[in-house]
């Protein structure tokens, strides 16, 4: 495997995280006047009009977006602001995560402390779930909320050196700034994900049923069809963007496990019975299944064609060839 430096992986991760800043509006916004296009010259009837130049369509398509445009952009502004100030609460609620207090577990505290002075790294918050399972993730897009956090079973069944690797594994995405774009393009996908259904709502609230019946029919079937298909398009986008920014990340952080406890054989250790048990019950979301160290939710052939973790097995292997 190529090696990639601390650096150049930061580095990589700012210019992914700004290209999603950037790619995503621009998605929801070129899909948006598709659907406008579409809808215009099938509920219309007008799918090609010789007398004036075959225009109608496009020209009705392209005066609904100008309207429609700043509203998209409005709300994918305040989701997304709303998103990453409350991505801490809103992960925390997915997950049920709490804070950890340290009076609760200072075997963790000074895990965490002591790995933090070692590589010169700022102390995130802990959190634990309340989860037998074996798992964890580190989360935050700043100082302020670098969340490392921890299931119950994890601290409970794993050894000292084991649970230390794992806690470095996490620091290290905090580090590399993996946690940051991770939770930029969870935001997006959030936003993708409700627009569709604001579009599906609203076509089908009122504006249709003022046309006589046979044209209501098809029309809604045209627009369901529409939808769908839109849906699928960005879904199949953001899966790709996903998938840029997750597996070698997981090899990154594993060797930065390695490097910062300087014994790789304990995390290979860990993630062997993290793969033995490491569903949480109250991960029911993909997206934030993604931040774990391995996916929290049941295994499935569909989690398994769209994982965004490499295999756990490879993980171990390379592990041992330190």
């Given amino acids: 495997m190529k090696y990639v430096g601390i650096q150049t992986q930061k580095h990589r991760n700012n210019i ?37 130049g075959g225009t109608t369509s496009v020209a009705r398509a392209t005066e ?20 990453y100030c409350a991505n801490t609460s809103i992960i925390n609620a997915a997950t049920g995560s709490r ?33 037998h399972s074996l798992n964890a993730f580190a989360s935050g ?29 996490e620091l290290t995405h905090i580090r590399n700034n993996d946690v940051k774009a991770l939770i930029v393009s969870i ?8 627009l569709t259904q604001i579009l599906l709502r609203t076509l089908l609230s009122g504006r249709l049923r003022t046309r006589n019946d046979s044209k209501n ?39 930065g496990s390695a490097e910062m406890t ?3 054989l304990a995390l290979a250790s860990a993630l062997r019975k993290i793969s033995a048990d490491s ?20 295994k499935s052939f569909i989690n398994s064609l769209f994982a965004t973790h490499p295999p756990i097995g490879k993980r171990i292997h390379l592990l041992e060839q330190f």
């Fill in 16 to 52: 992914r995280s700004t290209l999603m800043l950037c790619l995503f509006p621009c998605i929801i916004l070129a899909l948006a006047w598709t659907f406008f296009l579409v809808s215009s010259t099938w509920l219309a009837g007008e799918a090609y009009a010789p007398e004036d």
């Fill in 64 to 83: 609904a977006f100008i309207h429609t445009a700043p509203w998209i952009l409005g709300i994918c502004l305040i989701w997304f602001l709303t998103a």
């Fill in 99 to 131: 804070p950890l207090e340290r009076r609760e577990n200072k075997r963790v505290y000074n895990m965490v402390e002591n790995l933090c002075i070692a590589s010169h790294t700022d102390m995130p918050k802990i959190n634990i779930i309340e989860d």
């Fill in 141 to 169: 897009i700043n100082k302020r909320n670098f969340t490392v956090t921890l299931s119950r079973g994890i601290i409970d069944r794993l050894n000292d050196a084991e649970l230390e690797a794992v806690i470095a594994h």
């Fill in 187 to 194: 935001v997006f996908v959030g936003i993708f994900s409700f």
């Fill in 217 to 255: 029919s098809g029309g809604i079937i045209v627009v369901i069809l529409l939808i769908l298909l839109l849906a699928a398009v960005g879904y199949f986008i953001t899966l790709l963007m996903r998938f840029a920014i997750s597996r070698n990340r997981e090899y990154m952080a594993d060797a």
């Fill in 262 to 264: 300087k014994n790789p």
């Fill in 279 to 298: 569903c949480i019950e109250a991960v029911t979301q993909n997206d934030v299944a993604q931040l774990f160290i391995d996916n929290p939710m049941k």
